[in-house]
């Protein structure tokens, strides 16, 4: 195993409840690898030069919002409300994914990542999911 350098990556679930109380979760359309053709949350690779904590340790949170920035162009700021709401952590892969609410369903432009950028009610995620959406869907009703 010498010479795997670990993965550590985090990303962002939005999400809104609509005038009903409805969740919706907003996915968009990988277009490219990995994952490509299939609907994802924006987030990524943690930058070891901009993602790191005062220990020079990984900050998933940052890396999570500055992937959602540079994806969705979502800009937000660490002061806001998050929760952690699922966690990875096998050897060689680290990835944590937080949830953050927005008021509205709003429209997202987003980078060459996504082909697409659309808002889901839970009840009808699309068919073609990255296999862990439909976990992170079910953690954040959890604790919605």
């Known amino acids: 195993m010498k010479g795997i350098k670990p993965y550590y990556g985090a990303g962002l ?3 809104m ?7 919706h979760v907003l ?3 990988r277009s490219i690898e990995p994952g490509k053709g299939k609907w994802s949350i924006p987030g990524g690779k943690w930058d070891d030069k901009k993602d790191i904590d005062m220990d020079g340790n990984p900050d998933y949170l940052k890396t999570a919002l500055r992937e959602t920035e540079e994806e969705i162009k979502l800009a937000i700021s660490e002061n806001e409300d998050f929760l952690k709401i699922w ?7 680290h990835y944590i994914v937080y949830s953050y609410q927005v008021s509205t369903q709003r429209t997202f432009v987003h980078n060459y990542e996504f082909s697409e950028v659309k808002w889901f009610s839970v009840k009808a995620l699309p068919e073609a999911c990255e296999w862990f959406v439909r976990t992170q869907v079910r953690n954040l009703i959890g604790y919605t």
């Open 87 to 93: 966690t990875s952590h096998i050897p060689f892969f």
């Open 27 to 29: 996915l968009g359309k």
């Open 13 to 15: 679930l939005v999400w």
């Open 17 to 23: 409840r609509d005038e009903q109380g409805k969740l």
